[in-house]
């Protein structure tokens, strides 16, 4: 607030200070210092004193001189409005009070201000001024009308993704650059692409295909303050409850993302809410051991009034309260609000009913569809009824073993069924209070339960199962229930945490803890679509009224989806994908993608889609040839696809030439198969296919369909590729999932001979940990040498690169090994693993050639040599992303940006510009110092000491390295800049494809988007 009254009143911090201190000595204003900034509120008598004194000219007059001090400063570049928890609030309301009405446009359509609102209000307080202020917006022009639609629809469907801008080093490039990802047509695209035009100096991106990626089905993303753990629709179609993690439960608009009303009574988390079947109120079950009912008839009357309010005043001199979205607090809540409350002062309630008696968190609850009665069950096993007054009807305190997780009514309320995390669903008389049946087949907690219309069915959802539950008129179950299969393997550890079924009863919608929800269509017993890229964990589901929308909780994050759009087939792509540059022409490019059911759709799960181009025209989608492709790769010359399958199976697509008069494609060519699913595949020479599987072998498989399997490895091949021996044949090389490096010798002109059996009875339990090179002539082992001890390699590469051994000499005996291998000397293998560590290590001898150890920033996910090997990038689980020297021992510099694992990297050949990609893709700028010194060596030198400028996205580790006499510190000899960022749909990307010029990026996030990015 002082740095507003030092704006409006033209004065320094000090001043201010001095002048507020003066007021609060006179008692009449209030300080307060919070977290180290001072407060400052009025009573109401004074300010209604004010309100009165001031006519309305004078108050305009007053609201007119604020704004024109806001232009004067800032006007230029209204990007740079202070974020003072005030300016960026309430400076539409000024406006609008000043009865300058003529100015809105410059605010709201000025991409600068809007990036920067959206950075730090949220959609939310944006939709909701396009709204208000509407009309004055619309004046002039229907161009205006135009704009502002397309101003709305960016803050609606991408304003979420805004929030994470503050921390670029120049939120305005990265809001600019989201606006990029408008349709051509959107005048929010043309606004963005004026500001490139002007700003040759600053990174963009061009989106190339986004025209052809329609992602009509996410209609908006609310974003909240914190986790949401349940939603529900209220009887008024477009308001929504929300419950909060921190015991808060919101009435918001799921069209323009407005909240309406806040529900305060309850001190912990909200875990389930429910309306009653008339609409006036709502129920939640909290984790702070009660039930409490709610007025919401009243809240949604109140929340309606205030639209039809806040729509019609538009006259400054009117009197009326201003439409701005915070109303001032009532006296006791100004000077007490709920999140700064003395302990002595009670919590607000605003709830009509309490009931309590679990004495425990209760977990759920339901309203009868007769309205009649609730049921409600707790953390200690207990289920309670109680009639629509509040009283209780029926007690079971040991209704199952475990607590209960789940409830629900029969449609015509006669009985209810409970879940539990003992695994068993229980099904109860409702007006008795009777047991029924127990229905125990679930061998994990029951998370969910719906019952059908009929009267005669239960679909009960476990962590990891589904099951439908029929029964005939007596009640008695029959042994008709669906098993799910998750067609994943058990690393995943993949669970469903809620679900909801449709209408007519024959979809079921899950979420999981993949960040996605499934579409199970029940008569079919199989699942139709997916939808992928939300924020977190999918925790609450609920559908719309006529079916046609659902609404999605994930996080902090409400997302609501239309069912009726259906994505195009370049939306539904998973996220591992091949693609490459046939030449130097960016249009040269060739990706091979897999399809995903992504939103409601007929498409079959796994098949290969082949497109072409900067606009990812798609040129090939071929037929299922039986199990689904789960791993594929392309060749050079771009003429081949390698596929791997679900199955096992391998095989190969001939692609026409690009520009090709026909599409026709031959049926796939099935190299053979493995015992289990194919995770790692490469091309070698003379379009030679390796591949790796799931049953730990690597198969190496010939042009002319001959093939070598290549056995006794530990794990799972997870890397597979081959390598040019020194007598011109061919060195096969797999990685497995526990660790350990194997090699095969192929003779040039002669096929691999299948290996002899490995005994590895010689090998002690740290085997996950031994790099060993065989022979695959002999089946003796070349060399063997440990690489991380007692961890887990995460990521390896063979690299070309002539490097002294860390000891700087060579032995006799290193020399002699050198001559007896057939390995080149200049293979390098590079390793990295959980124990933050990664080695350079020989391939040849096993030598050690140099270690880093960056424990400190975690386990290292993925790593990159820069083109002379004289830069390491790591990129770590916990988002950081770090930069060592390999030629000089000095102190990494760590890059701090992403919240997830950095899943991918790329460095220029120059080494001076780096790409990570993460839970975005960011692009940074390196300065490397080729001359390092120490501070007195650069002083000496005539240099300035090289630092590195502060900044929370750019710190040093609090380790120190030094250099070789262990004497004097190193100082850093690496900056680096955040050009720019790029936000995805989705949640993440796993892998990026980069052009030889650096002017073309390719990726798919998990939401089944593909990126083609094109430097402007």
Same mark, same amino acid.
């Given at each position: 607030?002082?740095?507003?009254?030092?704006?409006?009143?033209?004065?320094?911090?000090?001043?201010?200070?001095?002048?507020?201190? *003066?007021?609060?000595?006179?008692?009449?204003?209030?300080?307060?210092?919070?977290?180290?900034?001072?407060?400052?509120?009025?009573?109401?008598?004074?300010?209604?004193?004010?309100?009165?004194?001031?006519?309305?000219?004078?108050?305009?007059?007053?609201?007119?001189?604020?704004?024109?001090?806001?232009?004067?400063?800032?006007?230029? *570049?209204?990007?740079?409005?202070?974020?003072?928890?005030?300016?960026?609030?309430?400076?539409?309301?000024?406006?609008?009070?000043?009865?300058?009405?003529?100015?809105?446009?410059?605010?709201?359509?000025?991409?600068?201000?809007?990036?920067?609102?959206?950075?730090?209000?949220?959609?939310?307080?944006?939709?909701?001024?396009?709204?208000?202020?509407?009309?004055?917006?619309?004046?002039?022009?229907?161009?205006?009308?135009?704009?502002?639609?397309?101003?709305?629809?960016?803050?609606?469907?991408?304003?979420?993704?805004?929030?994470?801008?503050?921390?670029?080093?120049?939120?305005?490039?990265?809001?600019?650059?989201?606006?990029?990802?408008?349709?051509?047509?959107?005048?929010?695209?043309?606004?963005?692409?004026?500001?490139?035009?002007?700003?040759?100096?600053?990174?963009?991106?061009?989106?190339?295909?986004?025209?052809?990626?329609?992602?009509?089905?996410?209609?908006?993303?609310?974003?909240?303050? $914190?986790?949401?753990?349940?939603?529900?629709?209220?009887?008024?179609?477009?308001?929504?409850?929300?419950?909060?993690?921190?015991?808060?439960?919101?009435?918001?608009?799921?069209?323009? $993302?407005?909240?309406?009303?806040?529900?305060?009574?309850?001190?912990?988390?909200?875990?389930q809410l429910t309306v009653s079947p008339s609409g006036d109120r709502f129920v939640s079950a909290s984790e702070d051991g009660s039930l409490k009912i709610w007025d919401l008839d009243a809240a949604i009357m109140e929340a309606l009034g205030t639209d039809d309010d806040q729509l019609t005043v538009h006259d400054a001199s009117s009197g009326q309260r201003t439409p701005s979205p915070r109303i001032r607090h009532s006296s006791s809540s100004a000077f007490f609000p709920e999140s700064r409350r003395p302990s002595g002062l009670p919590r607000l309630d605003d709830?009509?009913?309490?009931?309590?008696?679990?004495?425990?968190?209760?977990?759920?609850?339901?309203?009868?569809?007769?309205?009649?009665?609730?049921?409600?069950?707790?953390?200690? $096993?207990?289920?309670?009824? &109680? *009639?629509?007054?509040?009283?209780?009807?029926?007690?079971?305190?040991?209704?199952?073993?475990?607590?209960?997780?789940?409830?629900?009514?029969?449609?015509?309320?006669?009985?209810?069924?409970?879940?539990?995390?003992?695994?068993?669903?229980?099904?109860?008389?409702?007006?008795?209070?009777?047991?029924?049946?127990?229905?125990?087949?679930?061998?994990?907690?029951?998370?969910?339960?719906?019952?059908?219309?009929?009267?005669?069915?239960?679909?009960?959802?476990?962590?990891?199962?589904?099951?439908?539950?029929?029964?005939?008129?007596?009640?008695?179950?029959?042994?008709?229930?669906?098993?799910?299969?998750?067609?994943?393997?058990?690393?995943?550890?993949?669970?469903?945490?809620?679900?909801?079924?449709?209408?007519?009863?024959?979809?079921?919608?899950?979420?999981?803890?993949?960040?996605?929800?499934?579409?199970?269509?029940?008569?079919?017993?199989?699942?139709?679509?997916?939808?992928?890229?939300?924020?977190?964990?999918?925790?609450?589901?609920?559908?719309?009224?006529?079916?046609?929308?659902?609404?999605?909780?994930?996080?902090?994050?409400?997302?609501?989806?239309?069912?009726?759009?259906?994505?195009?087939?370049?939306?539904?792509?998973?996220?591992?994908?091949?693609?490459?540059?046939?030449?130097?022409?960016?249009?040269?490019?060739?990706?091979?993608?897999?399809?995903?059911?992504?939103?409601?759709?007929?498409?079959?799960?796994?098949?290969?889609?082949?497109?072409?181009?900067?606009?990812?025209?798609?040129?090939?989608?071929?037929?299922?040839?039986?199990?689904?492709?789960?791993?594929?790769?392309?060749?050079?010359?771009?003429?081949?696809?390698?596929?791997?399958?679900?199955?096992?199976?391998?095989?190969?697509?001939?692609?026409?030439?690009?520009?090709?008069?026909?599409?026709?494609?031959?049926?796939?060519?099935?190299?053979?198969?493995?015992?289990?699913?194919?995770?790692?595949?490469?091309?070698?020479?003379?379009?030679?296919?390796?591949?790796?599987?799931?049953?730990?072998?690597?198969?190496? &498989?010939?042009?002319?369909?001959?093939?070598?399997?290549?056995?006794?490895?530990?794990?799972?091949?997870?890397?597979? $590729?081959?390598?040019?021996?020194?007598?011109?044949?061919?060195?096969?090389?797999?990685?497995?999932?526990?660790?350990?490096?194997?090699?095969?010798?192929?003779?040039?002109?002669?096929?691999?001979?299948?290996? #002899?059996?490995?005994?590895?009875?010689?090998?002690?339990?740290?085997?996950?940990?031994?790099?060993?090179?065989?022979?695959?002539?002999?089946?003796? #082992?070349?060399?063997?040498?440990?690489?991380?001890?007692?961890?887990?390699?995460?990521?390896?590469?063979?690299?070309?690169?002539?490097?002294?051994?860390?000891?700087?000499?060579?032995?006799?005996?290193?020399?002699?090994?050198?001559?007896?291998?057939?390995?080149?000397?200049?293979?390098?293998?590079?390793?990295?693993?959980?124990?933050?560590?990664?080695?350079?290590?020989?391939?040849?001898?096993?030598?050690?050639?140099?270690?880093?150890?960056?424990?400190?920033?975690?386990?290292?996910?993925?790593?990159?040599?820069?083109?002379?090997?004289?830069?390491?990038?790591?990129?770590?689980?916990?988002?950081?992303?770090?930069?060592?020297?390999?030629?000089?021992?000095?102190?990494?510099?760590?890059?701090?940006?992403?919240?997830?694992?950095?899943?991918?990297?790329?460095?220029?050949?120059?080494?001076?510009?780096?790409?990570?990609?993460?839970?975005?893709?960011?692009?940074?700028?390196? *300065?490397?110092?080729?001359?390092?010194?120490?501070?007195?060596?650069?002083?000496?030198?005539?240099?300035?000491?090289?630092?590195? #400028?502060?900044? #929370?996205?750019?710190?040093?580790?609090?380790?120190?390295?030094?250099?070789?006499?262990?004497?004097?510190?190193?100082?850093?000899?690496?900056?680096?800049?955040?050009?720019?960022?790029?936000?995805?749909?989705?949640?993440?990307?796993?892998?990026?494809?980069?052009?030889?010029?650096?002017?073309?990026?390719?990726?798919?996030?998990?939401?089944?988007?593909?990126?083609?990015?094109?430097?402007?």
């Open positions: 607030m002082a740095q507003v009254l030092g704006t409006y009143w033209d004065m320094s911090a000090d001043d201010v200070e001095d002048a507020m201190n *003066d007021l609060v000595n006179k008692s009449l204003v209030q300080d307060m210092v919070d977290s180290n900034t001072t407060l400052y509120s009025m009573h109401d008598l004074i300010f209604d004193y004010l309100a009165h004194k001031y006519t309305s000219e004078q108050k305009a007059e007053m609201h007119g001189k604020l704004v024109e001090r806001y232009l004067d400063k800032y006007g230029s *570049d209204l990007s740079r409005l202070p974020d003072d928890d005030y300016t960026l609030w309430f400076i539409g309301q000024h406006v609008h009070r000043s009865g300058q009405h003529h100015l809105f446009p410059r605010f709201y359509f000025d991409l600068g201000f809007v990036g920067n609102k959206l950075r730090v209000t949220g959609p939310s307080d944006l939709l909701s001024d396009f709204r208000k202020y509407g009309e004055f917006l619309d004046r002039d022009s229907n161009d205006n009308i135009t704009r502002r639609i397309d101003f709305e629809n960016f803050v609606r469907t991408a304003g979420h993704r805004a929030a994470g801008l503050s921390k670029a080093d120049d939120p305005a490039a990265a809001a600019v650059q989201l606006a990029l990802c408008q349709p051509d047509s959107s005048e929010v695209y043309k606004a963005a692409e004026r500001i490139c035009a002007e700003s040759s100096d600053q990174l963009f991106f061009r989106w190339r295909n986004k025209e052809a990626m329609r992602w009509s089905n996410v209609l908006l993303t609310k974003l909240f303050s $914190g986790s949401v753990w349940d939603v529900v629709f209220t009887y008024e179609e477009n308001l929504v409850l929300a419950a909060y993690g921190d015991g808060h439960i919101k009435l918001w608009n799921m069209l323009t $993302g407005d909240e309406h009303r806040s529900f305060h009574g309850h001190s912990d988390r909200v875990n709830s009509v009913q309490t009931l309590e008696g679990h004495g425990t968190a209760v977990a759920c609850v339901d309203w009868s569809p007769d309205g009649h009665y609730l049921i409600s069950g707790a953390d200690n $096993g207990g289920v309670k009824v &109680w *009639d629509c007054f509040g009283e209780e009807v029926h007690s079971h305190p040991t209704a199952h073993e475990k607590n209960v997780t789940c409830c629900s009514f029969s449609p015509d309320s006669s009985y209810f069924a409970t879940g539990s995390a003992d695994g068993k669903v229980r099904l109860w008389c409702t007006e008795k209070g009777d047991q029924l049946y127990t229905f125990s087949q679930h061998n994990l907690r029951v998370i969910s339960l719906s019952l059908s219309k009929d009267n005669n069915s239960i679909v009960s959802v476990a962590d990891k199962e589904i099951f439908l539950w029929v029964w005939n008129t007596d009640r008695r179950p029959s042994r008709d229930f669906i098993p799910v299969q998750m067609g994943r393997s058990a690393v995943d550890h993949d669970l469903y945490l809620c679900s909801r079924l449709n209408e007519d009863q024959r979809l079921l919608v899950v979420g999981t803890s993949s960040n996605m929800y499934e579409t199970w269509d029940l008569q079919e017993k199989r699942v139709i679509s997916t939808q992928r890229g939300f924020a977190g964990s999918v925790t609450s589901l609920v559908f719309s009224r006529d079916g046609k929308q659902l609404l999605a909780g994930a996080d902090d994050t409400v997302t609501t989806c239309s069912l009726t759009a259906t994505p195009k087939v370049e939306d539904s792509l998973q996220p591992l994908f091949s693609a490459r540059f046939v030449s130097a022409d960016p249009q040269s490019l060739v990706v091979a993608a897999i399809t995903s059911n992504n939103g409601v759709q007929e498409r079959r799960d796994g098949e290969l889609t082949v497109l072409r181009g900067l606009e990812g025209k798609v040129t090939k989608t071929t037929k299922p040839v039986g199990e689904k492709i789960i791993i594929t790769k392309i060749n050079k010359t771009g003429t081949l696809v390698a596929f791997g399958c679900e199955d096992g199976s391998v095989g190969v697509y001939h692609l026409p030439p690009a520009g090709s008069a026909t599409q026709e494609v031959p049926e796939p060519n099935i190299l053979g198969k493995h015992n289990d699913r194919v995770i790692s595949l490469k091309f070698g020479p003379n379009d030679t296919v390796v591949s790796g599987s799931e049953d730990k072998t690597m198969k190496v &498989w010939w042009p002319d369909n001959r093939s070598v399997a290549c056995g006794g490895n530990g794990g799972a091949v997870t890397q597979v $590729g081959l390598y040019e021996a020194r007598d011109h044949g061919l060195i096969a090389v797999s990685c497995s999932r526990d660790g350990t490096l194997k090699g095969w010798r192929a003779p040039v002109h002669v096929r691999l001979p299948r290996l #002899p059996s490995i005994s590895t009875a010689d090998l002690s339990e740290s085997y996950r940990t031994v790099t060993r090179v065989y022979r695959a002539d002999t089946g003796k #082992p070349i060399t063997a040498h440990l690489t991380h001890a007692g961890s887990t390699v995460t990521c390896y590469r063979i690299v070309r690169a002539n490097l002294p051994d860390e000891n700087g000499a060579t032995s006799a005996a290193t020399a002699a090994a050198r001559d007896k291998s057939p390995c080149p000397d200049d293979l390098v293998v590079v390793t990295a693993g959980v124990d933050g560590t990664v080695k350079m290590c020989r391939l040849c001898t096993g030598d050690l050639i140099k270690s880093f150890s960056l424990e400190e920033f975690g386990p290292v996910r993925t790593f990159r040599l820069s083109a002379d090997n004289h830069l390491l990038v790591t990129g770590h689980d916990n988002g950081s992303v770090v930069v060592s020297r390999t030629d000089h021992q000095c102190k990494p510099l760590r890059l701090q940006f992403h919240h997830s694992m950095v899943n991918d990297l790329a460095i220029h050949p120059n080494g001076r510009e780096i790409i990570s990609l993460s839970d975005s893709l960011a692009w940074w700028r390196l *300065d490397v110092d080729e001359n390092p010194m120490s501070p007195r060596g650069r002083t000496r030198a005539g240099q300035s000491p090289l630092v590195v #400028p502060p900044s #929370p996205r750019l710190t040093l580790p609090a380790k120190r390295y030094f250099n070789y006499n262990r004497r004097t510190s190193l100082t850093p000899e690496i900056r680096a800049t955040l050009r720019q960022v790029f936000s995805f749909r989705g949640t993440l990307a796993r892998r990026l494809v980069v052009s030889d010029d650096w002017t073309t990026l390719v990726t798919i996030d998990d939401a089944g988007v593909l990126y083609v990015l094109q430097v402007m």
